[in-house]
């Protein structure tokens, strides 16, 4: 059936480096796939806390005025340059009620978007 060429043997140094060579770009290759999704699990959570604690400070700084009219006390930029924020640009923020209408916005806002979309 099958025979083996005697000439066509290959070394065992060359049989077992090449296993352990696969074998550990293999695992290399999972260990950064595990890292990689590590890294971006981690600032996921970060990125999440810090808008938490950014938008528990707008909360605390919302004023109502006398003609009922919503604002902001204080500055917002410092809130969005803090230690730990690292944010690129300026973000939007609204402040809705519960219906989704918009009762106070960062940006000025037309008449067609006075409502979050559901």
């Given at each position: ?17 090449t296993r352990y ?75 809705a009620d519960a ?20």
């Amino acid at each position: 059936m099958f025979t083996r060429n005697k000439s066509k043997r290959i070394p065992l140094q060359r049989y077992w480096t090449t296993r352990y060579l696969l074998t550990l770009i293999v695992g290399l290759i999972a260990i950064a796939l595990v890292s990689a999704l590590w890294i971006r699990h981690t600032t996921l959570q970060h990125r999440l806390k810090m808008m938490e604690l950014m938008a528990e400070e707008i909360a605390n700084r919302i004023v109502l005025f006398n003609d009922g009219s919503l604002g902001l006390q204080g500055e917002i930029g410092g809130i969005m340059r803090g230690p730990g924020m690292a944010l690129e640009g300026d973000p939007s923020f609204y402040i809705a009620d519960a219906r989704g209408t918009i009762l106070y916005s960062n940006r000025p806002l037309g008449p067609a978007e006075r409502r979050l979309h559901p």
